[in-house]
């Protein structure tokens, strides 16, 4: 997973299935999701890329996507927004979710 800024943003979610994590470094709500996001990358490697917005460094991008509270995670397929959630996501209901757009 990389974190990305607001300049790379189009281009890493213009094709295919992107999960992008809007975090912040201090959110310990964040820290437990990024551990999870390590597992559900293996699981889903080579259908879905993952990256992560640091909403501190990217207010722009965060209220574009109306990013209220963190950690938030965003679905797109190919540079369109799918589903939003909002909160720690378990690695369960998230890979299952993302099954739908393979």
């Known amino acids: 997973m990389k ?3 607001e300049n790379e943003f189009e281009k890493e979610i213009k094709e295919g299935v992107t999960l992008v994590d809007f975090f912040a ?12 996001l390590e597992d559900i990358a293996q699981g889903v490697e080579g259908k879905v890329k993952i990256v992560k917005v640091d909403v501190d ?3 722009n991008l965060a209220r574009q996507y109306g ?9 797109f397929k190919d540079g369109k927004e799918q589903e939003k959630h909002i909160g720690v ?6 890979i299952e979710t993302l099954k739908k757009y393979f």
């Open 3 to 5: 974190i990305i800024k």
């Open 67 to 75: 990013v209220m509270s963190i950690p938030t995670l965003i679905i």
């Open 25 to 36: 470094t201090w959110c310990m709500p964040c820290r437990m999701m990024g551990q999870i």
């Open 57 to 59: 460094e990217n207010p």
């Open 89 to 94: 996501w378990q690695y369960e209901d998230c």
